[in-house]
């Protein structure tokens, strides 16, 4: 299996611009996470599925959209790029909510310049 | 609301113990995890504790008090590679897990 996998692992963007970060997950997880870490902090929730087709907001979703079609797949869109959402990006999944082993992908390292 | 408070930093011995700190506000709780995250890389989970009492887990253990809404992780003859930050994590139940800040660990000669 190779667990979590994200990309792309590094992206420059200019203030304005969009992009989408791609997770993929091969475990057959419901639960999937994206969190944000920016240096010397903890991991804030962006958004979280519970499973295809369901969604919500975690603490900090302004700037960020998300989707999920799909089980394996958690996709996280930047509309409109700002110098605020220069951080690092990590997908998680878990087999459900009582199980409280979360697996990370490798994270996605964003500049906003 | 939720909150966890654990040091920011700890410093400590190779070979020696150390002990890291973790209280937590929770309005539901239902467990306490540690995660490991080294430079540059992912966390990765260490333990669970849902009950009161010790888990040990090789040279890691945590421990739990739901009582005082307290848990410690102890880690047991540092080596360097033990260097990294260490995420206490609260589970409660209704909601994705919350993470504290993370205390930086570094191991020294």
């Known amino acids: 299996n190779a667990g979590v996998t994200q990309t792309p692992k590094f992206r420059i963007l200019k203030i304005g611009q969009s992009m989408t970060l791609q997770c993929t997950q091969d475990?057959?997880?419901?639960?999937m996470y994206w969190y944000r870490q920016d240096p010397g902090m903890g991991l804030k929730l962006i958004y979280y599925s519970v499973g295809a087709g369901i969604t919500d907001k975690g603490e900090v979703p302004n700037g960020y959209n998300v989707s999920r079609s799909t089980t394996e797949d958690f996709p996280l869109r930047l509309e409109l790029a700002a110098p605020s959402q220069t951080s690092v990006y990590f997908c998680?999944?878990?087999?459900?909510?009582?199980?409280?082993?979360?697996?990370f992908g490798p994270g996605t390292r964003l500049t906003v310049l | 609301g939720q909150s966890l408070e654990q040091p920011s930093e700890v410093t400590a011995v190779e070979g020696a113990i150390v002990q890291i700190n973790c209280t937590y506000q929770t309005s539901g709780f239902y467990g306490l995890s540690w995660y490991q995250q080294h430079d540059g890389g992912a966390p990765t989970f260490l333990s669970y504790n849902a009950l009161d009492g010790l888990e040990e887990t090789g040279r890691f253990s945590s421990f739990l008090s739901r009582s005082d809404s307290y848990g410690y992780l102890l880690l047991q003859e540092l080596q360097m590679k033990d260097s990294a930050s260490y995420f206490c994590?609260?589970?409660?139940?209704?909601?994705?897990?919350?993470f504290g800040k993370g205390t930086r660990l570094s191991v020294i000669a």
């Open positions: 998680a999944s878990s087999y459900s909510w009582g199980d409280n082993e979360q697996f």
């Open positions: 475990m057959n997880h419901n639960y």
């Open positions: 994590a609260v589970n409660s139940g209704n909601t994705p897990l919350v």
